[in-house]
């Protein structure tokens, strides 16, 4: 594996350690913090990061007032919050089907589970007059429950089975017809259009607490889900086989981590609109430095995929003032460069 990634052969082989991997996590969420603190502080009116620390200490004492506590604390503290809970999401959804499908290409957006969610929200906000979160959250569920389990039975058609070829292929298809029908049903229903202008770029933008509450108690479950999972993961990368005799429940392994993806992925999609890439790079990037071991390919994952899509937000806050660019529409810039990278190159990090 280390010759597969030439400029970081000595860092790989240190981070294997656990030792190594432990403080590795510690500046990961060090990290994280301060990518917190900078989403606090950039936007339309720069906040010195003194003055936001001082402003979530009054906060925390009960005590704040004012436009800098309102900037900080009441708009854009709800909407940090909001995004690493998605990004976690994304980045986990994604992991679990990389580690599923054996498949080191794969991601929510990629097996066309976001589309299948955004498009069964496009249907609530069309034909069913949904208009908050605590309502299209369901159709998006549904919709990332359906998609998921369509890729996997035309995947398994044929005397092949669910290859991972196969199932991308089949994964990128549903996205594209299911974004298709979509962007006609926007196209045709202005009211459609209206509710689906911003979401269906993916974004943060006016996500606040309500979102958060909406969504967390099924993010949380699909994390823990995906922590059950782990072990079984690993056996399964040796073979199904291998894994069966090892005692890991393949069955009830692969039952798991598609209701935990649909939980992820939907509740994902439904907060903050089908975003796209971080489920496929985090993952990714994180194997080459923890190796293939599922249980610290999660936690960094969850971790490091928040890290990803809040620094695209606040990316997308800067770039064309005085307005704002949709966090997805930054995640796909990067994103897209990195997938064209991984796909020409000849060895691909294997699961």
């Not at 999972?229 to 039952?255: C, K, Y």
């Not at 899509?309 to 810039?333: C, H, K, N, S």
Request: proline content about 5%.
């Amino acid at each position: 594996m280390d010759e597969r990634v030439p400029h970081v052969p000595a860092l790989v082989s240190v981070m294997r350690g656990t030792g190594t991997r432990s403080v590795g996590l510690i500046v990961a969420v060090v990290v994280l913090l301060a990518t917190i603190v900078g989403s606090l502080a950039v936007g339309a009116r720069y906040i010195p990061p003194a003055d936001v620390l001082r402003a979530l200490v009054d906060a925390v004492e009960g005590r704040g007032s004012g436009e800098i506590h309102e900037i900080v604390v009441g708009l854009r503290l709800p909407r940090a919050f909001v995004g690493a809970v998605v990004g976690a999401s994304l980045g986990v959804a994604g992991a679990l089907i990389q580690a599923l499908t054996r498949n080191p290409l794969a991601d929510p957006g990629i097996l066309g589970v976001n589309a299948g969610a955004g498009f069964l929200v496009t249907v609530g906000i069309g034909w069913f007059g949904v208009g908050d979160i605590q309502g299209y959250v369901w159709f998006s569920f549904a919709g990332a429950a359906a998609a998921t389990l369509l890729v996997f039975v035309i995947g398994n058609t044929g005397p092949s089975g669910a290859t991972p070829v196969r199932l991308t292929l089949v994964g990128v298809a549903l996205g594209a017809l299911l974004s298709g029908i979509s962007s006609m049903i926007s196209l045709l229903n202005p009211t459609v259009f209206e509710g689906m202008r911003f979401w269906g770029a993916g974004t943060l933008t006016s996500r606040d607490e309500h979102v958060l509450w909406a969504v967390l108690p099924f993010i949380l479950i699909g994390l823990v889900l995906a922590a059950t999972v782990a072990a079984p993961l690993n056996a399964i990368a040796l073979g199904e086989d291998l894994a069966r005799s090892l005692g890991a429940g393949v069955l009830r392994t692969r039952i798991t981590v598609i209701v935990a993806v649909t939980l992820l992925a939907g509740a994902a999609t439904a907060a903050a609109g089908p975003i796209g890439f971080v489920g496929l790079m985090v993952p990714h990037v994180v194997r080459w430095f923890v190796g293939p071991d599922q249980k610290w390919i999660l936690v960094y994952t969850a971790v490091c995929a928040p890290i990803l899509l809040l620094g695209a937000d606040v990316v997308g806050r800067v770039v064309v003032p005085p307005q704002e660019m949709q966090v997805g529409i930054v995640t796909a810039f990067i994103g897209a460069p990195v997938l064209v990278y991984l796909a020409r190159r000849r060895k691909i990090t294997g699961l």
